[in-house]
């Protein structure tokens, strides 16, 4: 249960806070107009101006925005920040975050700790920092290589009573500017972070190397998937990955009556039939059908991938970016969304095809796909990662890019951070209809 009234407490004490969607006011130019601060004086160094010196230190410090300003009221919403950030509330005397905003994975926050009588330090933080961490590289990976290697290298740290996160360009210029005003740099050790998240020996099989999060027990892990080595499937469940029903339109599409369709059934199966249409021609086989409605559908929604769930301030992103009609019939979806449609365009095209909803990033991120039944055989078909926008694609680079994750095995998911019930879901090893990158997709 969400404690909302120590929260808003609290906040009374740092801020007047504005609703986390809402832009908040943009801070002072950071290069000229803030007061000088004195180091190695305690009482003269606040969050906010930790949080200036680092941004002076980056690239394009103008762009960010004070999301929480200690410095001045109105400056955004610490509750929310906090608990996106795991970071317990109530020994937070004084905080300052910048971020970019959108899907932009820039990011500077700043916390002064109130130890008082709570057996929480700084240690404490930056454990949970290192999980959103862990997170935030789960909402980019797959989807936006450069903001996931962005965030790959961020950290958190910790000084005399302050601890920041650190997700920006030049990391090493960040940290002397937070050393300088916070204390000497105190990297909290791997010691200390194991004594607190290593594995108890319990007999349970749980392999050394495993994170804290992986060596939780809420999910039921094999002792033939723990004995393979293959990393623990923990669903987030941060979204309803219930697969959208298409009974409906599957049934519309055997007896062609679509009388009894909603809106929004009718509007996604005209979308299907285009589809099949373009790409269905009589006497294909089961894998000719997967290639062109595969091909159809990561270039027909190629980039539209709702990366408003990318910004923690839209977590959910948009409506119906779940389920099919947000794909066919808005133009965004998230990747249920793409495992659902290619799954439908499979079933109208009578080739046997199931949807997989596991996770991404260690279990940081819900994801879904699919699998493919090709004479006999099971492959892997990822559309959502296919069809997800990069920069600097040419005719000659896109299609390797949009088949990366088309007929590979599972090995391939499992190595490309995938995880799923692994005894649930066939397992694919098959590689005859598998591009191997130098020529032609098999026939």
Known sequence: MKRYIPILLALSLLCSCAAPAEESAAPSPLMETESPVQTGTSDTVNADAIARAILRSQPEAEGYTARVDSGAPGGGDLAFYLELYGVQWDVVSDAAIYTFGGVDAREIAVFSLNHGTYAYDETSAVEALNGYLERRQGDFYGYDPEQAALVEQGKAVAGETWVALLICEDMPAAEAAFEELAGVLEAVSEAAVSETSAP??????????????????????????????WRRFDPPNEFDMTPYDTSAILTAWETGDESDLSEKDAAILAKCKEALDAAITPGMTDFQKELNL???????????????????????????????????GRGYGICLAYATTFQLLMDLAGVECVTVIGASSSSSSDHAWNMVKLEGEWYGVDPTWNATYREGLDETTMWPWQHRYFNVTSQELRESDHQWDYESIPEAAATRFRWDGTGELPQ
Do not use: F, I
């Open 200 to 229: 108890e020996e319990t007999g349970s099989g749980v392999q050394d190397g495993l994170t804290a999060k992986e060596t939780s027990e809420p999910y039921n892990w094999t002792d033939y998937a723990n004995e393979k080595g």
């Open 294 to 328: 595969h091909d159809w559908l990561v270039q027909s929604y190629y980039g539209c991938y709702d990366r408003t769930v990318h910004d923690p301030t839209t977590p959910m992103g948009r409506e119906d970016n779940l389920n099919p009609y947000g794909l066919l």
